[in-house]
């Protein structure tokens, strides 16, 4: 396969990429096409590596309104109407398994070729489990999925928490999670992340935390799960999600805590558009945002990537796949609208985001790494951002994955 005429992540040249069994084999200025080889004219569009989903609920997703939509809005009505749908019996093998490759299928139609996905293990059959792990061998020949154990009510908290949990982790999950703001007390918070972080170690598995989702200033264990990560040489396996507790904390606390974060190494992964949504519900005026301090935390060192989250659940009625939609409402909310910040930002949900998932070996568009890569329909990313650009190719191992073709307008004035 030749691509021709690309410019890769924001070049200011143009150049053509050949592909042969299913690596990048050269990148070079005006390739002569071999005979019978496939051509793809990329019309100086962008190219980037695929993008990142690294946070997405896929044993919850497409189940907005069943049994009743969340009318408050906030994180806690969402938990209350999941553990509803489970209750009522909704919540079976078929219809995870449905929903879940469905929703991988929509990710992979806007250019997504890895996700990380939280399924729900405060479930004491763990009815979302097994079909998860099937879907995951399913869909690998277009996308990767790992799966997270997710303890939605709490560890300590939570009737049989911790066997749960290692039940999970014996099962072939990829990573441990955790929920520790939603303990019972601060007490448990922190000694559920000490245990998350032990079974991790037991069964050599990545943690990925749901730490600080709250406006509580004084909802702290985000601190903790990053001694933890330094103290136990772990940061690189390491990320915590949401962390939006961050925005409401006193700046010398939180110039304190981003120092330690950048010394343990561990990824913060933000979820824009869900954290906007779900955040600052119980403020009068002035409302807080929502979100954790990303372009702090970015100017600091410390790899942030940005997630959907919820694709049209309890948490979030919208949502569509697209990882446009999270670095739009990323960079407004966080105030990362300078050029060189809007050139860069896809970033969050590329190398950032490989980087939390911890696959970044073999990522990127080089010679000799894997052939996968996205042409969008825009010559840089930040004409990608103003214009809403599609991904107009998804292509995994040299094959093409996805294809779309942009809209056309025609004005009659």
């Known amino acids: 396969m030749l691509i021709r005429n690309v410019y890769i992540e924001n070049a200011t040249t143009p150049t053509d990429v050949r592909i042969?069994?299913?690596?990048?084999?050269?990148?070079?200025?005006?390739?002569?096409?071999?005979?019978?080889?496939?051509?793809?004219?990329?019309?100086?569009?962008?190219?980037?590596?695929?993008?990142?989903?690294?946070?997405?609920?896929?044993?919850?997703?497409?189940?907005?309104?069943?049994?009743?939509?969340?009318?408050?809005?906030?994180?806690?009505?969402?938990?209350?109407?999941?553990?509803?749908?489970?209750?009522?019996?909704?919540?079976s093998p078929e219809d995870v398994k449905r929903r879940a490759t469905a929703a991988l299928r929509l990710l992979a139609a806007h250019g997504v070729q890895h996700v990380r996905g939280h399924v729900d293990?405060?479930?004491?059959?763990?009815?979302?489990?097994?079909?998860?792990?099937?879907?995951?061998?399913?869909?690998?020949?277009?996308?990767?999925v790992q799966l997270v154990a997710f303890p939605q009510e709490g560890i300590l908290s939570f009737p049989n928490g911790e066997g749960l949990l290692r039940k999970a982790a014996a099962s072939g999950v990829d990573a441990i999670g955790g929920c520790p703001h939603l303990e019972f007390t601060r007490g448990y918070g922190a000694d559920s992340v000490r245990l998350l972080m032990d079974v991790?170690?037991?069964?050599?598995l990545l943690v990925d935390v749901h730490c600080d989702e709250?406006?509580?200033?004084?909802?702290?264990?985000?601190e903790v799960l990053a001694a933890l990560a330094l103290e136990r040489g772990m940061g690189r396996r390491v990320a915590a999600s949401h962390t939006t507790a961050m925005g409401a904390y006193p700046d010398a606390y939180a110039h304190k805590l981003i120092n330690l974060l950048a010394r343990s190494e561990i990824s913060i992964i933000s979820n824009p558009m869900v954290n906007m949504h779900?955040?600052?519900?119980?403020?009068?005026?002035p409302k807080r945002r929502g979100l954790t301090r990303v372009k702090e935390l970015n100017n600091a060192g410390v790899p942030v990537a940005f997630g959907e989250d919820d694709l049209q659940d309890p948490w979030h009625p919208l949502g569509n796949g697209d990882m446009l939609d999270p670095v739009w409402m990323g960079v407004y909310a966080a105030q990362l609208m300078g050029y060189d910040e809007l050139q860069d930002?896809?970033?969050?949900?590329?190398?950032?985001?490989?980087?939390?998932?911890?696959?970044?070996?073999?990522?990127?568009?080089?010679?000799?790494?894997?052939?996968?890569?996205?042409?969008?329909?825009a010559p840089n990313f930040y004409e990608v951002l103003r214009t809403h650009a599609p991904v107009t190719y998804s292509i995994r191992q040299g094959k093409i994955v996805a294809k779309t073709q942009p809209a056309q307008t025609t004005l009659y004035i």
């Open 214 to 222: 709250i406006d509580d200033p004084d909802s702290r264990n985000l």
């Open 200 to 204: 991790a170690e037991e069964y050599g």
């Open 20 to 91: 042969v069994d299913g690596v990048f084999a050269e990148i070079a200025p005006q390739l002569v096409a071999s005979e019978g080889e496939q051509i793809i004219e990329g019309n100086t569009n962008l190219m980037l590596p695929p993008y990142v989903e690294p946070h997405v609920h896929l044993d919850a997703c497409l189940t907005a309104g069943t049994p009743r939509w969340n009318e408050s809005g906030t994180l806690f009505e969402g938990v209350q109407i999941f553990s509803e749908y489970k209750q009522l019996n909704l919540l």
């Open 345 to 377: 930002a896809y970033k969050f949900v590329t190398y950032n985001g490989a980087r939390a998932l911890g696959v970044s070996e073999g990522y990127g568009i080089r010679v000799g790494n894997p052939a996968n890569c996205i042409l969008l329909d």
């Open 278 to 285: 779900l955040g600052g519900r119980f403020d009068t005026y």
């Open 121 to 144: 293990v405060t479930e004491p059959t763990l009815t979302a489990l097994e079909p998860l792990l099937e879907v995951r061998e399913e869909v690998r020949d277009f996308i990767d």
